[in-house]
């Protein structure tokens, strides 16, 4: 079965670096999300990617954090200066298309920042 | 802004029983989707079950079920004769009908004692 896939599992970073988490959707889905749990915490939404622009995005997407889908296959969470706050568990996801359709979640990628 | 809740951090249950994961949610829109979300330790996030809003009927998977009362947003999942690899966190979670993003309640992390 078609699954979500994040590189890397884990990435440790100095406050103030960049990091790309990378993610491979599934090969026909259309739309793309990142969701983030910060430790304890919910999960929360933070971006939506649709025919290659933002459909939507929470108020923590901020200035720092941006994506992209460089080729047909692979879809990027940039932060450009890491905060300690920036630490958290940081999820994957596709659908098909919107409404009820389901949203597939990758593994995730723990980011620490140090 | 809509909000999920789900008050009960912990539940256990001895294998073959039933148990009832509890999940409210508050919003002013009258058309929406309701979900039900597994995650296994170590494993990513899987739909369990889905409700439309505008569906009188709940909704029903095989061992799951859930109780769907629009009038007291509450939107509870029953698993009927529970087996070890349900053990899993158990997110509920909302999507707007318009929207993309999916908003999570806290969880809640099931235990299945053999």
């Known amino acids: 079965e078609p699954e979500v896939t994040q590189t890397p599992s884990h990435q440790v970073t100095q406050m103030g670096q960049e990091v790309i988490l990378r993610c491979v959707p599934i090969?026909?889905?259309?739309?793309f999300y990142w969701y983030r749990q910060i430790l304890g915490q919910k999960v929360e939404f933070l971006v939506s990617?649709?025919?290659?622009?933002?459909?939507?995005k929470s108020e923590i997407f901020d200035d720092q954090f941006s994506v992209e889908r460089p080729d047909g296959s692979n879809f990027t969470l940039k932060i450009r200066s890491t905060k300690l706050e920036d630490s958290a568990m940081y999820f994957c996801?596709?659908?098909?298309?919107?409404?009820?359709?389901?949203?597939?979640f990758g593994p995730g990628t723990r980011l620490t920042v140090t | 802004a809509q909000t999920v809740t789900q008050s009960q951090p912990e539940m256990s249950v001895q294998e073959a029983e039933t148990v009832t994961l509890s999940c409210t949610y508050d919003?002013?829109?009258?058309?929406?989707?309701l979900f039900w979300y597994k995650q296994p330790p170590s494993r990513q996030m899987i739909l369990v079950i889905r409700?439309?809003?505008?569906?009188?009927q709940n909704a029903t998977e095989n061992r799951f079920s859930v109780n769907f009362q629009k009038a007291a947003k509450s939107f509870s999942l029953k698993i009927s004769d529970s087996q070890l690899g349900d053990a899993a966190m158990y997110f509920c979670?909302?999507?707007?009908?318009?929207?993309?993003?999916?908003?999570f309640g806290q969880g809640t992390r099931l235990t299945i004692n053999p």
């Open positions: 979670a909302y999507k707007e009908g318009g929207a993309q993003k999916l908003v």
């Open positions: 409700q439309e809003a505008y569906k009188q």
């Open positions: 090969s026909n889905h259309l739309y």
């Open positions: 919003t002013s829109e009258s058309d929406y989707y």
């Open positions: 990617f649709y025919n290659n622009e933002i459909s939507e």
């Open positions: 996801a596709s659908s098909e298309a919107a409404g009820s359709y389901e949203q597939y």
